[in-house]
């Protein structure tokens, strides 16, 4: 159970949120109402739990109870994870010169096209 301190998003929790009021949602998702911010957090310890405000901007803002370091951790793995499924793209680079020469393409344009080549201009 973290009790208090700095996050590295702008989630307030525990002692950090200052709204008089707040609604609460348990850690299953049930509301448990309408309450002052002190009897939550004394619920929230009672529980073993983070009193979290999910939605600050909802009047009264909208706290859940849940194990904060826990959701960071889920939260941080699934990032990974969408990192992990990400489709790299790889560049192909070629390069055009010319000279004044006779036109001859390279083989290995030829028969390679994805590999880095070089086209050079002949008379």
Known sequence: MQRSGSTADSTRINSEIRAPRVRVIDSTGKQLGIMSTREALALATEQELDLVEVAPNADPPVCR???YGKYLYEKQKRERESR??????????LRLQHESRNTVLEP?????????CKIIWMN
């Not at 992990?84 to 680079?93: M, Y």
């Not at 290995?108 to 880095?116: D, I, R």
């Open 65 to 67: 109870l849940m194990d």
């Open 108 to 116: 290995p344009f030829l028969h390679n096209p994805s590999a880095l």
């Open 84 to 93: 992990k499924a990400q489709k790299q793209i790889e560049v192909k680079e």
